[in-house]
């Protein structure tokens, strides 16, 4: 307890401290929180909110990190309201039960943050138990949190006295070192939020954190993986073949990769054996399943329907993967995949980056919003994203990007872009990229065979398209040629290359090497805008 009033959390009912995995699901079914299903796993429904709230989150204006803040990308809340909904939320626990988790985001001794997560629900708990870093029994002797989260969904602001937007809000205090949320029960936003704050303290450490999976290879070779919730992190870095370090958030240090997290969060929607047999696989006694609709006799789960989201998720720990890496520690990676989900259409299935490139295309972050990945979001939508993650961003993109290409220069990595999202025509018309293809193309990729083929550049991106890859048709591998109307693709293509343009001259510092490396189409205006943005 007087750990806990270090934060101003007193008087309260029973503290359940670092309960094990049985315990805390023993605690969630008595409390009827959720569900079992017939293969063991603990089902929620998490209500209103399915999915992350990024208009709800706050990092707090304080004076040691005014002016490190990128505040073009963060919503500021002034100290007096964060100490009001503080003061309120602390009040809301006194007399409630509490379940404590202590535990390390990232899996490098060397760079690794302790920290404390205080949860309502016991399913959450069990949640940050299963995604974070499980200390061993000497290291939790002398845990002491340099972070702290308070997660209390049973609480909800006033928008209004609040200044904040709704009931929900996940806020971030780095001179406090806390973050507290309320009014959502979407426990995505506790792991988001640590991640946040990974990435702005682990720059400041000369660490790139990175929103990717990672895996490597029986020949040691480490791969990551770059891309937002829905594009295949997951699916495409738990791969058989090869070795899961982790499927969502890593750092590169001057040593190698690191995981900062023990677990996985997958989204399960479509799941099948057949297609994911290791994330079907891992979907067992202690992991956690978000709004997965399920049979009321058998308990058996749908994973087809989106009753109530397209973002149904599955958390389990990252050992529940066969072969996973643990720690989660790897060399210096040989291959990096820029993954996106292009909703037009007309990006490459797979193109290798220059080193300017891969900035270009790090700093744009572009794929599509899928459905489901956040609330309001019913079909995808187009959109940049800075460094495939600039919701959990609180530096500017530029402090990432000159890490990324600093390392991928000293390490000597190959950089793919590779879309999964559509061919031959855009959303409504074309389909979905097939996931065999894809694979065949990202294997042909780590094991080198893309080294020695012969390129051609797209006319608009400047994208090298390999001509051939073992185990994909030559004909889809140009996207032009998957299009029946080839003005309707070249006017789409140049559509895209505008869009680029005119996002990459929202930023400023970008060095004219990197603004060439973009799209150079003439048929409008994108060279004029690139032309300006180097000036």
């Given at each position: 307890?007087?750990?806990?009033?270090?934060?101003?959390?007193?008087?309260?009912?029973?503290?359940?401290?670092?309960?094990?995995?049985?315990?805390?699901?023993?605690?969630?079914?008595?409390?009827?929180?959720?569900?079992?299903?017939?293969?063991?796993?603990?089902?929620?429904?998490?209500?209103?909110y399915?999915?992350?709230?990024?208009n709800?989150?706050?990092?707090?204006?304080?004076?040691?990190?005014?002016?490190k803040?990128?505040?073009?990308?963060?919503?500021?809340?002034?100290?007096?309201?964060?100490?009001?909904?503080?003061?309120?939320?602390?009040?809301?626990?006194?007399?409630?039960?509490?379940?404590?988790?202590?535990?390390?985001?990232?899996?490098?001794?060397?760079?690794?943050?302790?920290?404390?997560?205080?949860?309502?629900?016991?399913?959450?708990?069990?949640?940050?138990?299963?995604?974070?870093?499980?200390?061993?029994?000497?290291e939790?002797?002398?845990?002491?949190?340099?972070?702290?989260?308070?997660?209390?969904?049973?609480?909800?602001?006033?928008?209004?006295?609040?200044?904040?937007?709704?009931?929900?809000?996940?806020?971030?205090?780095?001179?406090?070192?806390?973050?507290?949320?309320?009014?959502?029960?979407?426990?995505?936003?506790?792991?988001?939020?640590?991640?946040?704050?990974?990435?702005?303290?682990?720059?400041?450490?000369?660490?790139?954190?990175?929103?990717?999976?990672?895996?490597?290879?029986?020949?040691?070779?480490?791969?990551?993986?770059?891309?937002?919730?829905?594009?295949g992190?997951?699916?495409?870095?738990?791969d058989?073949?090869?070795?899961?370090?982790?499927?969502?958030e890593?750092?590169?240090?001057?040593?190698?990769?690191?995981?900062?997290?023990?677990?996985?969060?997958?989204?399960?929607?479509?799941?099948?054996?057949?297609?994911?047999?290791?994330?079907?696989?891992?979907?067992?006694?202690?992991?956690?399943?978000?709004?997965?609709?399920?049979?009321?006799?058998?308990r058996?789960?749908d994973?087809?329907?989106?009753?109530?989201?397209?973002?149904?998720?599955?958390?389990?720990?990252?050992?529940?993967?066969?072969?996973?890496?643990?720690?989660?520690?790897?060399g210096?990676?040989?291959?990096?995949?820029?993954?996106?989900?292009?909703?037009?259409?007309?990006?490459?299935?797979?193109?290798?980056?220059?080193?300017?490139?891969?900035?270009?295309y790090?700093?744009?972050?572009?794929?599509?919003?899928?459905?489901?990945?956040?609330?309001?979001?019913?079909?995808?939508?187009?959109?940049f994203?800075?460094?495939?993650?600039?919701p959990?961003?609180?530096?500017?993109?530029?402090?990432?990007?000159?890490?990324?290409?600093?390392?991928?220069?000293?390490?000597n990595?190959?950089?793919?872009?590779?879309?999964?999202?559509?061919?031959?025509?855009?959303?409504?018309?074309?389909?979905?990229?097939?996931?065999?293809?894809?694979?065949?193309?990202?294997?042909?990729?780590?094991?080198?065979?893309?080294?020695?083929?012969?390129?051609?550049?797209?006319?608009?991106f400047?994208?090298?398209?390999?001509?051939?890859?073992?185990?994909?048709?030559?004909?889809?591998?140009?996207?032009?040629?998957?299009?029946?109307?080839?003005?309707?693709?070249?006017?789409?293509?140049?559509?895209?290359?505008?869009?680029?343009?005119?996002?990459?001259?929202?930023?400023?510092?970008?060095?004219?090497?990197?603004?060439?490396?973009?799209?150079?189409?003439?048929g409008?205006?994108?060279?004029?805008?690139?032309?300006?943005?180097a000036?």
């Open positions: 307890m007087d750990k806990l009033a270090s934060v101003g959390l007193y008087n309260t009912k029973n503290v359940y401290k670092n309960l094990s995995v049985a315990r805390l699901v023993e605690e969630a079914l008595k409390r009827e929180e959720g569900f079992l299903t017939a293969s063991g796993a603990f089902n929620v429904y998490t209500g209103k399915t999915g992350r709230s990024p709800d989150k706050f990092i707090v204006d304080e004076p040691s990190a005014h002016d803040i990128w505040w073009g990308n963060n919503k500021p809340i002034d100290e007096e309201h964060f100490e009001s909904i503080l003061k309120r939320l602390l009040a809301y626990l006194q007399n409630r039960d509490i379940f404590v988790f202590d535990g390390f985001a990232g899996a490098d001794p060397k760079y690794r943050l302790p920290i404390r997560v205080i949860n309502e629900f016991a399913y959450q708990n069990l949640f940050c138990r299963q995604l974070f870093i499980v200390p061993t029994e000497d939790l002797a002398t845990h002491e949190p340099g972070f702290t989260v308070i997660c209390a969904p049973g609480f909800k602001a006033n928008p209004k006295t609040d200044k904040v937007n709704s009931e929900a809000f996940i806020i971030i205090s780095f001179e406090k070192k806390l973050v507290i949320i309320g009014g959502s029960q979407y426990a995505g936003e506790i792991k988001k939020s640590v991640f946040s704050v990974m990435n702005y303290l682990m720059p400041q450490a000369g660490v790139l954190s990175m929103h990717c999976s990672a895996n490597v290879g029986k020949d040691g070779s480490t791969a990551l993986f770059f891309g937002l919730s829905g594009t992190k997951t699916t495409l870095s738990a058989p073949n090869r070795f899961l370090i982790g499927d969502d890593h750092g590169w240090s001057d040593d190698g990769i690191f995981n900062f997290e023990g677990g996985c969060y997958a989204k399960c929607i479509n799941l099948t054996r057949e297609k994911e047999p290791q994330i079907y696989d891992a979907i067992k006694f202690g992991s956690v399943l978000e709004n997965v609709i399920v049979d009321e006799q058998t058996i789960p994973y087809d329907s989106d009753k109530i989201t397209e973002n149904t998720r599955a958390a389990y720990p990252v050992e529940y993967i066969p072969g996973a890496v643990i720690p989660g520690i790897g210096h990676p040989k291959t990096v995949v820029f993954l996106t989900a292009d909703a037009f259409g007309v990006l490459p299935p797979i193109a290798k980056l220059s080193r300017e490139q891969a900035m270009y790090f700093i744009s972050g572009y794929t599509s919003k899928l459905a489901g990945t956040e609330r309001g979001i019913t079909e995808p939508q187009a959109t994203s800075s460094c495939f993650g600039s959990f961003l609180p530096l500017s993109p530029m402090v990432y990007a000159k890490l990324l290409g600093e390392k991928i220069e000293k390490h990595s190959n950089v793919f872009l590779v879309n999964t999202g559509w061919t031959g025509g855009a959303y409504g018309t074309g389909k979905r990229m097939n996931l065999e293809y894809t694979r065949a193309m990202i294997n042909a990729a780590l094991d080198g065979k893309l080294d020695s083929v012969e390129y051609e550049p797209d006319p608009v400047g994208l090298m398209i390999p001509k051939s890859c073992p185990g994909v048709p030559t004909e889809i591998l140009n996207p032009k040629n998957t299009w029946k109307d080839k003005a309707a693709y070249d006017a789409t293509a140049v559509k895209l290359a505008e869009s680029f343009t005119k996002n990459i001259a929202k930023f400023s510092g970008i060095a004219s090497e990197v603004i060439a490396a973009g799209p150079q189409n003439k409008k205006n994108c060279s004029d805008i690139n032309e300006k943005t000036s």
